[in-house]
């Protein structure tokens, strides 16, 4: 998305070269506008011999198993946004245990920090932004959604059992 006025005084921004890139500057009031990637979150949720995958009900990747995960609110703490979006997507409580891995999904524009949880609590039942919500055997995986779900899924079949 294009920002064309100033959010600080409604001005028409013009493009300015700051720190090496062409960037949306307002003559007004001075104010330059940096886009940043957003931040968003991933649940490795293994347990036993199988883990915890969503169906995406919305692109992208529609259709696909990926990891439950979602973007981290401004002042969420993101051990907080991964318990919350876990809940939120398979009705599960998850206790965070340690961050895995931490990537850039360059498509999306995206900062991906993948967390490992462990289920604590609740009833698996899909909701929010999924269709369903399912554990799976590592002989059984479906068509995994997104780098960092295949990524995480080839490091945990390859790691001796």
């Given at each position: 998305?294009e920002?064309r006025?100033?959010?600080q005084?409604g ?9 090496g890139?062409s960037r949306?500057?307002?003559?007004a009031c001075?104010f330059?506008?940096f886009?940043?990637p957003?931040v ?12 915890l ?6 692109p992208?990747?529609q259709g696909?198993w990926?990891?439950?995960a979602?973007?981290?609110d401004?002042?969420?703490p ?5 318990v ?10 998850v ?5 895995l ?9 995206v ?8 289920a604590v609590g609740g009833?698996?039942a899909?909701?929010d932004?999924v ?5 799976f055997g590592r002989d059984a ?16 079949l390859?790691?001796?059992?």
């Amino acid at each position: 998305m294009e920002i064309r006025f100033c959010p600080q005084c409604g001005s028409p921004l013009e493009a300015r070269v700051c720190h090496g890139r062409s960037r949306p500057f307002c003559p007004a009031c001075r104010f330059m506008h940096f886009a940043n990637p957003r931040v968003a979150v991933a649940v490795f949720v293994p347990e036993r011999d199988r883990l915890l995958l969503v169906k995406r009900k919305f692109p992208p990747e529609q259709g696909c198993w990926a990891l439950a995960a979602g973007f981290v609110d401004l002042g969420e703490p993101p051990e907080a946004a991964a318990v919350r979006e876990v809940r939120e997507e398979t009705g599960l409580e998850v206790v965070i245990e340690r961050m895995l891995d931490l990537g850039y999904d360059e498509t999306n524009q995206v900062i991906v920090i993948l967390y490992q949880g462990r289920a604590v609590g609740g009833t698996l039942a899909a909701a929010d932004d999924v269709d369903e919500a399912r554990w799976f055997g590592r002989d059984a995986l479906p068509e995994l959604a997104f780098q960092s779900t295949r990524r995480a899924v080839a490091a945990w079949l390859s790691a001796p059992q």
